[in-house]
């Protein structure tokens, strides 16, 4: 487990990818907060993970509009954030940019595709080190029209994009260093630089 510093390392590449990470859930969560005020920023209300719609395994997706936003369909959305170095993507991302997101939105589309049948279902994919789903990309460009058309301003996607990547790389830098941290703990127990640190078990 990364928590007790197994597969820690000085390069800080495992805080990237691993899901006990310290900022994983709240990166999830402030991705999944900015959309919600992008569909209010465009006038669309939305529910955060709505009660009573649920995929096979009980899991709720990330919200859904309590209006049509398609073809008289309801949208529900579960913001996923794979990991491009990640072992299982880094066969995908080293030859492609982008590959990991499309493969996790395959993955989420089968969890979620057919235990909605009443709604339109979006997997929000973004790597951790930027690309996104064609699909999500897609879908930022719809939303960021509907602002501009209230706003007047023609540059929302271009600050929804920026915005987004600043969270990315917010949570990014904590990542790593939090593995760096745990990686030292583990190297140097006895360096002055980790005296004051909570030694692993």
């Not at 369909?73 to 499309?102: F, H, I």
Request: contains cysteine; charged residues 20%.
């Amino acid at each position: 487990m990364w928590r007790r510093g197994a597969g820690a390392d000085e390069f800080g590449h495992h805080g990237l990818v691993c899901r006990l990470g310290g900022g994983r859930q709240l990166r999830h969560s402030a991705l999944n907060e900015y959309i919600c005020r992008l569909f209010f920023k465009a006038s669309i209300p939305v529910l955060k993970e709505p009660s009573g719609i649920s995929a096979h395994d009980g899991r709720r997706p990330d919200g859904c509009t309590l209006i049509p936003w398609r073809a008289g369909r309801c949208l529900a959305w579960d913001v996923m954030v794979p990991g491009t170095l990640a072992e299982q993507y880094v066969n995908l991302t080293s030859k492609e940019c982008g590959l990991a997101t499309a493969r996790a939105a395959d993955e989420k589309m089968k969890k979620y595709g057919n235990a909605l049948p009443s709604m339109e279902f979006l997997p929000i994919c973004i790597e951790v080190l930027g690309p996104m789903d064609p699909n999500t990309l897609k879908f930022l460009k719809a939303i960021c029209k509907m602002i501009s058309v209230r706003s007047g301003d023609s540059r929302e996607l271009f600050f929804a994009t920026n915005h987004i990547s600043g969270l990315l790389q917010r949570f990014l830098r904590s990542s790593i260093e939090v593995n760096i941290i745990v990686a030292t703990a583990i190297i140097l127990p006895y360096s002055v630089t980790t005296s004051r640190l909570i030694l692993p078990n």
